[in-house]
């Protein structure tokens, strides 16, 4: 228990089909209010975490992206079914983005849909996972195949929770709220920036302060466009790349923030290829991402693979693979490539 908890503070409130959805700033101590009736998902990790009520009904998952499958969902479901939760009841997703999006996705199919609070203890979960009401589960070896929408109620956030991931878990968050500064917000790609010592060594105010805001940008986009029909698939900045370097090398190999940052400079690259992005803004990309630390090169898996996994991706569109390419910090175009481009961008240096 802490004498300087953080009183809980409203940070956005969204419209997501229909429902309303929170985002609150609480300190550890306040996570587990009102939530003792709930059946809580977490992890092995976060489940070693103070958070749950003592005595609460729980599903404590495998640690990492294995969780995110089928079994998962069933162990779920039978525990809801076994403590008897009806459609008064709720489920409270206790973890990082594998958690999150495994929990809201029994949610949403559990007597055709009960409430959800989500608890992001990642950073990649706070500022993307938790946010917007998507959920999935890998199948058939691809990255979240089957899912559905189905907004949090409530999402709560506590950086504090950060300070206990490792370096690379950490990084890992960190390459979607750069992600989130190239959509959409000019200051925060100047914090990253100017600011990276601080953001490395997880100090506020300016963790909070990146938290913050790319939590806002993905609110302003998925408000507009919750199914994802125009608008929101800017958010798969790096992502086409990204899952199919998962799917090739094998989910866990690397995270996904590293994925979405190799992606995001590979859509950096192809952009400059098929002359969407100016050599400056290219370079500006890499330059941060170099920053961070993040393995960017090419050649880090069989280009032929990647390129066949990018076919399933569920993202193409009559057949074509469509990629979200930046253009400038606030501007990107969601177009196909021809597979040639694409296959040269996997195997030459750039």
Not at 105 to 112: C, G, K, M
Request: proline share 3%; net charge negative.
């Amino acid at each position: 228990m802490k004498d300087d908890a953080i009183e809980r503070t409203e940070w956005v409130r969204l419209t997501l089909g229909g429902s309303t959805s929170t985002v609150t700033h609480s300190g550890v101590d306040e996570l587990a209010d009102g939530l003792s009736d709930a059946l809580w998902v977490m992890d092995a990790n976060t489940d070693a975490i103070a958070g749950a009520p003592e005595g609460v009904p729980k599903v404590v998952l495998p640690v990492g992206e294995a969780a995110k499958s089928w079994p998962a969902v069933d162990r779920i479901l039978r525990a809801a079914v076994e403590r008897e939760i009806d459609r008064h009841g709720r489920f409270v997703g206790f973890g990082g983005g594998v958690v999150c999006d495994v929990a809201a996705f029994a949610a949403s199919v559990y007597l055709r849909g009960v409430a959800v609070t989500l608890i992001p203890t990642s950073l990649l979960a706070m500022v993307d996972a938790a946010i917007g009401g998507k959920t999935g589960v890998n199948f058939a070896g691809f990255k979240n195949m089957v899912g559905t929408f189905h907004a949090a109620d409530e999402v709560r956030i506590c950086e504090e929770t950060t300070h206990s991931l490792s370096e690379r878990e950490f990084r890992s968050g960190l390459a979607e709220a750069i992600k989130a500064a190239l959509l959409d917000d000019a200051e925060l790609l100047e914090i990253f920036e100017s600011h990276a010592e601080a953001i490395l060594a997880r100090k506020n105010p300016v963790l909070s302060e990146v938290i913050r805001r790319s939590i806002l940008v993905k609110a302003r986009v998925v408000e507009s466009d919750y199914r994802e029909g125009g608008r929101r698939a800017i958010l798969n900045l790096g992502h086409t790349f990204a899952h199919a370097l998962e799917s090739v090398a094998g989910f866990g190999e690397w995270t996904h923030g590293e994925a979405v940052a190799w992606g995001i400079a590979r859509a950096a690259r192809l952009g400059e290829a098929t002359g969407h992005t100016p050599a400056q803004h290219a370079e500006r990309i890499i330059s941060l991402l170099t920053r961070y630390g993040y393995r960017i090169e090419p050649g880090v898996a069989d280009p032929h693979a990647l390129l066949e996994a990018m076919r399933h991706d569920k993202k193409r569109a009559g057949g074509a693979i469509r990629f979200v390419i930046p253009c400038g910090v606030g501007e990107t175009v969601v177009e196909p490539v021809d597979e040639v481009t694409v296959l040269q961008g996997l195997v030459h240096p750039g």
